[in-house]
């Protein structure tokens, strides 16, 4: 009973350098998005997708894309990573109740 | 726009110390209000979802309560292990299932 599977859990970066997060769920669920914490910041919404082939933008979505080809997989590109870049990411899913959230990626942007 | 804040940012407890936790919100069609427990380098885990005003759940020394504009999050003899940050979310009009976030409240409780 996997749930909601982020890969990898740590990661550090280079500036400039580009990466992708992976997002896993085993529930089906249609809904899956993107958040980043940051201190005192709570929970913001990167992208969102409501089902295989829909994304849309969240709260913060510069410098990041997303792309949903199936209904598992929902990853996270860095294009071209920045120091304001660094922060946890985490992966959430759900179908029309409660979200499911992955463990998170630290990630470290120098 | 809607809008999710808690207070206080942080709580210092002793054990058996009851308290409450504040989650105040806007939101155009209220879809559910949703409180999240996180541990340390850990995600969100889910506790209650709330839907309407008076509604009210309850989970071991937990019990969340809705009002029309806020939620609360009583802690009744809490224990060291109750300690964790506590995240307070709601799922607005639309289909999108986005959820907004408050910044949360990090509880303390000391032996």
């Known amino acids: 009973n996997a749930g909601v599977t982020q890969t990898p859990k740590f990661q550090v970066l280079k500036t400039g350098q580009s990466m992708t997060l992976q997002c896993a769920q085993d529930?089906?669920?249609?809904?899956m998005s993107w958040y980043r914490q940051d201190p005192g910041m709570g929970l913001r919404l990167i992208h969102y997708s409501v089902g295989a082939g829909i994304t849309d933008q969240g709260e913060v979505p510069n410098g990041y894309n997303v792309s949903r080809s199936t209904t598992e997989d929902f990853p996270l590109r860095l294009l071209s990573a920045a120091p304001s870049q660094t922060s946890v990411y985490f992966c959430?899913?759900?179908?029309?109740?409660?979200?499911?959230f992955g463990q998170g990626t630290r990630l470290t942007v120098v | 726009e809607d809008q999710v804040t808690q207070s206080p940012e942080a709580l210092r407890l002793q054990e058996g110390e009851s308290s409450s936790l504040n989650c105040s919100y806007t939101?155009?069609?209220?879809?559910?209000l949703f409180w999240y427990r996180q541990d340390p380098g850990k995600g969100p885990e889910f506790l209650f979802t709330l839907y309407s005003a008076g509604e009210e759940k309850e989970k071991e020394r937990l019990k969340a309560t809705l009002t029309k504009k806020e939620s609360f999050l009583h802690i009744t003899a809490p224990k060291p292990e109750d300690s964790a940050t506590y995240l307070c979310?709601?799922?607005?009009?639309?289909?999108?299932?986005?959820?907004?976030f408050g910044q949360g409240t990090t509880l303390q409780v000391k032996p």
């Open positions: 529930m089906n669920h249609e809904y």
């Open positions: 939101v155009s069609g209220l879809r559910g």
């Open positions: 959430a899913s759900s179908w029309n109740t409660e979200a499911f």
């Open positions: 979310a709601v799922r607005g009009g639309g289909n999108t299932g986005k959820l907004i």
